[in-house]
């Protein structure tokens, strides 16, 4: 992926400069902000195809600046990825609830986010082939779910899933570090009348596993927890620290 422009926003020099030279080694265009009202002003006068925004942000802060652009007609359908240097819960959750797509803490990996970008992109990208450009995409590396299209992506590969494999993997990863005990993953997704036993849940983690090109000893998607079930989790890669 090339040529998309980014907005980058934060009000820390450093911060700005180190994003903006990663995105830009990966042909990226790159425009800057300082604060929420500039940031504001760029996004709806230049429609960046991907804006990186900070919470903490003088004039406006990042989470009235994301609940402004996804009350905008026009820029709603602008992936944000939130930057938050607390890695609080209430401000991950928060940012999420305003319209944010992904979000990153500070201190962060410029490998990482730059995977993050990619992915939101390709999601974007998808979207727009399949016909479905506002809808919701789960993203987690190179995994993209559209639920409403029950479609999953690996790249931009479509993934060939039965109903039931769709299903599981959806519920896993719309509630991301969540652990199922294996009854629980039976009920919800085979139901109370289904007669199988919890054996019918692990012959489909496996399936799914296979088809994600996930190792079951190094999870990068799916990991078990002995004893009790599964979870989806998204492993991080090695931490920037200024």
């Known amino acids: 992926m090339s040529g998309e422009k980014i907005l980058v926003v934060d009000d820390e020099t450093y911060i700005v400069e180190l994003v903006s030279f990663n995105l830009e080694k990966e042909g990226y265009e790159v425009m800057v902000a300082y604060d929420g009202l500039g940031a504001l002003k760029k996004a709806k006068s230049e429609l960046p195809d ?6 903490m942000l003088p004039k406006m802060d990042g989470l009235e600046v994301c609940r402004n652009l996804k009350q905008d007609n026009v820029c709603k359908i602008i992936p944000i990825i939130m930057l938050t240097a607390k890695g609080e819960e209430f401000d991950t959750i928060l940012g999420l609830e305003t319209g944010a797509d992904d979000y990153i803490t500070k201190p962060f990996s410029p490998r990482e986010l730059i995977a993050r970008v990619n992915a939101r992109l390709r999601a974007v990208k998808i979207l727009a082939d399949e016909k479905a ?79 994600l090109n996930d190792d079951s000893n190094y999870p990068q998607y799916i990991e078990t927890v002995r004893g009790v079930g599964y979870k989806f989790v998204e492993k991080d890669g090695p931490v920037y620290r200024r």
């Open 50 to 55: 991907l804006i990186i925004l900070d919470i």
């Open 133 to 211: 450009v506002g809808a919701k995409a789960y993203v987690f590396k190179d995994l993209t779910l559209v639920p409403d299209k029950h479609e999953a992506f690996m790249g931009e590969v479509k993934m060939e899933l039965t109903p039931k494999e769709f299903e599981l993997l959806r519920l896993l990863t719309s509630n991301q570090g969540r652990v199922y005990t294996r009854e629980s993953l039976l009920e919800k997704v085979w139901g109370y009348e289904f007669s199988g036993d919890t054996r019918t849940v692990d012959v489909h983690v496996r399936h799914l596993r296979q088809k």
